[in-house]
């Protein structure tokens, strides 16, 4: 019997953490919250979209009440797995090509919004078009990344303070390099929305010394000084809460407890659950990081 009682508890770990397994649709037995991990893209240890939503979801299954489940490959064959979600999380390449904004997808999202579910978009799944997504971005979640306006240099941002805010709650300050993006459009006079991480970048930084520039940066050093965000919150009117965070370039960054924690944090707000006074108390090894990792050659 006890046998049996633990392969059942193994199964059911698996299920919650594998898109492969998971039965789209299926009544949730906890807040069910939906990872959606993009194609392969980039280089090794960058922009390891299918590891690293597998191991927020692993770090979210320690957590009571909590049943993730992970969609591999892009936007989900059976829609269906987005059936009683209570917030979604998008970890894929953007631009033109981004998921969110192929066929009637954005409809589908604004169905979903309208019913209060969260949102939280990491790294290049906050870059959409402005004409076709940009507008959808700033009712959700407050801002997106705009080509020609906004910048993606590699840099180390010295994340000095943290502001009172569920998603900040055992969070320490931090000082990690990544892509981070910053100079984001977000609403007008910044209406709603609570910055969650702000870094000062450098002179170097701000006259566009980036790895991959996506537009024209001039407007950029004319800013020298001024403080950027690089992830915010943002609860909208229909209920529903919205996370922007620009970092997770880099997958060994998901090992720094304070990155991690934060992210894990804001999935659980946009969730609408409780956040641990301490925050989302995970440990992660590097042999986990080195899981799901994609096939890329070197």
């Given at each position: 019997?006890?046998?049996?009682?633990?392969?059942?508890?193994?199964?059911?770990?698996?299920?919650?953490t594998?898109?492969?397994?998971?039965a789209?649709?299926?009544?949730?037995?906890?807040?069910?919250?939906?990872l959606?991990?993009?194609?392969?893209?980039?280089?090794?240890?960058?922009?390891?979209?299918?590891a690293?939503?597998?191991?927020?979801?692993?770090?979210?299954?320690?957590?009571?009440?909590i049943?993730?489940?992970?969609?591999?490959?892009?936007?989900?064959?059976?829609?269906?797995?987005?059936?009683s979600?209570?917030?979604?999380?998008?970890?894929?390449?953007?631009?033109?090509g981004?998921?969110?904004?192929?066929?009637?997808?954005?409809?589908?999202?604004?169905?979903?919004?309208?019913?209060?579910?969260?949102?939280?978009c990491?790294?290049?799944?906050?870059?959409?078009?402005?004409?076709?997504g940009g507008?959808?971005?700033?009712?959700?979640?407050?801002?997106?990344?705009?080509?020609?306006?906004?910048?993606?240099?590699?840099?180390?941002?010295?994340?000095?303070?943290?502001?009172?805010?569920?998603i900040?709650?055992?969070?320490?300050?931090?000082?990690?390099?990544?892509?981070?993006?910053?100079?984001?459009?977000?609403?007008?006079?910044?209406?709603?929305?609570?910055?969650?991480?702000?870094?000062?970048?450098d002179?170097?930084?701000?006259?566009?010394?980036?790895?991959?520039?996506?537009?024209?940066?001039?407007?950029?050093?004319?800013?020298?000084?001024?403080?950027?965000?690089?992830?915010?919150?943002?609860?909208?009117?229909?209920?529903?809460?919205?996370?922007?965070?620009?970092?997770?370039?880099?997958?060994?960054?998901?090992?720094?407890?304070?990155?991690?924690?934060?992210?894990?944090?804001?999935?659980?707000w946009?969730?609408?659950?409780?956040?641990?006074?301490?925050g989302?108390?995970?440990?992660?090894?590097?042999?986990?990081?080195?899981?799901?990792?994609?096939?890329k050659?070197?």
């Amino acid at each position: 019997m006890k046998t049996r009682i633990a392969a059942i508890l193994a199964l059911s770990l698996l299920v919650a953490t594998s898109g492969a397994f998971a039965a789209p649709g299926r009544a949730a037995k906890g807040a069910k919250v939906v990872l959606v991990a993009g194609r392969p893209s980039h280089g090794p240890g960058e922009h390891e979209f299918n590891a690293g939503c597998k191991l927020l979801a692993k770090c979210l299954s320690q957590i009571p009440g909590i049943e993730p489940v992970v969609v591999t490959g892009g936007w989900p064959g059976d829609e269906s797995v987005f059936d009683s979600a209570k917030t979604l999380v998008f970890f894929m390449d953007g631009g033109g090509g981004h998921p969110m904004i192929h066929k009637d997808h954005l409809q589908k999202l604004q169905k979903l919004m309208d019913q209060g579910v969260g949102l939280v978009c990491l790294h290049y799944a906050v870059e959409v078009p402005k004409d076709k997504g940009g507008p959808q971005f700033l009712d959700w979640i407050g801002g997106y990344y705009e080509t020609g306006f906004s910048t993606n240099p590699h840099w180390k941002a010295d994340v000095q303070s943290l502001p009172t805010h569920p998603i900040t709650q055992g969070v320490k300050p931090f000082a990690l390099n990544d892509e981070w993006y910053f100079s984001i459009r977000f609403r007008p006079e910044m209406k709603g929305i609570t910055p969650i991480v702000v870094a000062k970048p450098d002179d170097r930084t701000r006259e566009g010394h980036s790895s991959s520039p996506r537009g024209p940066m001039s407007h950029i050093v004319q800013a020298k000084g001024r403080d950027e965000v690089l992830a915010w919150a943002v609860e909208r009117p229909d209920g529903g809460r919205g996370f922007g965070f620009t970092g997770a370039h880099f997958h060994k960054n998901w090992g720094d407890p304070n990155f991690r924690k934060l992210v894990l944090n804001a999935i659980l707000w946009t969730a609408k659950q409780d956040v641990p006074a301490q925050g989302a108390e995970t440990t992660v090894s590097d042999d986990e990081l080195r899981e799901n990792l994609d096939r890329k050659g070197r």
